[in-house]
T-cell receptor
Framework: QKEVEQDPGPLSVPEGAIVSLNCTYSNSAFQYFMWYRQYSRKGPELLMYTYSSGNKEDGRFTAQVDKSSKYISLFIRDSQPSDSATYLCAMDRGSTLGRLYFGRGTQLTVWP | DTEVTQTPKHLVMGMTNKKSLKCEQHMGHRAMYWYKQKAKKPPELMFVYSYEKLSINESVPSRFSPECPNSSLLNLHLHALQPEDSALYLC???????????????FGNGTRLTVT
């Protein structure tokens, strides 16, 4: 079993839809949770960064962490064609060395 | 634009060539990383530098040689690579201490390497 599981999709939605992206994990030592967006031929861009359980909102994006269920989510409201990208969840145990454990990434297409 | 800059953006090299990838960050971070990403796969950690000292080498073959000349620069020296080493090489930076609680990794846009 991989430490971080993420459905690779692809996921295709119409413009304006609410998108839900999810990851599950098995290591209870994970404390920091991130979502990265990666456009084709670009590096991962940090979208959301959360510590422990709870919700965090930034504009159209909301990140949720449920440590009891070992489950994290990213919601995108009013999705736009410019949101079309691969979304990677990542997490780490809070060591000083910043080793990240990534999900496989979910490929999202938002069509006009 | 990303605050982690990588050069070159693209590199094609033969198996007998020697080349270097360069990374520069202007975020005041003291930890820097090299990751390798193959198509449709997540990034894989190669090396971690913390305070300019090599902290992690993920059993990377010696044909990849990292160097951290100062706190804002990171190089990856390449020699005698194989075609299977073709990938996107990503540099990232962060603060090394998690006590800050707000220092995630920031990535550059990578160097797309093709080994012929």
């Amino acid at each position: 079993q991989k430490e971080v599981e993420q459905d690779p999709g692809p996921l295709s939605v119409p413009e304006g839809a609410i998108v839900s992206l999810n990851c599950t994990y098995s290591n209870s030592a994970f404390q920091y949770f991130m979502w990265y967006r990666q456009y084709s031929r670009k590096g991962p861009e940090l979208l959301m960064y959360t510590y422990s359980s709870g919700n965090k909102e930034d504009g159209r994006f909301t990140a949720q962490v449920d440590k009891s269920s070992k489950y994290i989510s990213l919601f995108i409201r009013d999705s736009q064609p410019s949101d079309s990208a691969t979304y990677l969840c990542a997490m780490d145990r809070g060591s000083t060395l910043g080793r990240l454990y990534f999900g496989r990434g979910t490929q999202l297409t938002v069509w006009p | 634009d990303t605050e982690v800059t990588q050069t070159p953006k693209h590199l094609v090299m033969g198996m007998t060539n020697k080349k270097s990838l360069k990374c520069e960050q202007h975020m005041g971070h003291r930890a820097m990383y090299w990751y390798k990403q193959k198509a449709k796969k997540p990034p894989e950690l190669m090396f971690v530098y913390s305070y300019e000292k090599l902290s992690i080498n993920e059993s990377v073959p010696s044909r990849f040689s990292p160097e951290c000349p100062n706190s804002s620069l990171l190089n990856l020296h390449l020699h005698a690579l194989q075609p299977e080493d073709s990938a996107l090489y990503l540099c990232a930076s962060s603060q090394p201490h998690r006590e800050l609680r707000n220092s995630p990794l920031h990535f550059g846009n990578g160097t797309r390497l093709t080994v012929t």
